[in-house]
């Protein structure tokens, strides 16, 4: 019958990629992604806690919305 759109008993399949097993593969890949990010996000945090930086004594030389304002520190840390 064409057009039917009403599913038969035996056609569902709680084991379709639509269905549970859909739902583990999603899980599964953002809690891999998840652990991914955490993992980088702990390497960066802990290479820049040891990446210390002065800033010079000429603080007048500082502007607010200035690219220049680089030029005013100096990495003093033994980072990477």
Not at 29 to 39: A, E, G, H, M, Y
Request: no cysteine; aromatic share 4%.
């Amino acid at each position: 019958m064409a057009g039917n759109t009403q599913m038969n008993e035996n056609e569902r399949g709680i084991f379709k990629l639509h269905g549970i097993t859909g739902m583990l593969i999603a899980v599964v890949l953002l809690l891999s992604i998840l652990v991914v990010l955490t993992i980088s996000g702990l390497k960066v945090q802990q290479d820049e806690a040891t990446n210390f930086y002065q800033i010079n004594q000429d603080l007048n030389g500082l502007k607010m919305d200035s690219s220049d304002n680089h030029k005013q520190y100096q990495l003093v840390g033994n980072g990477k």
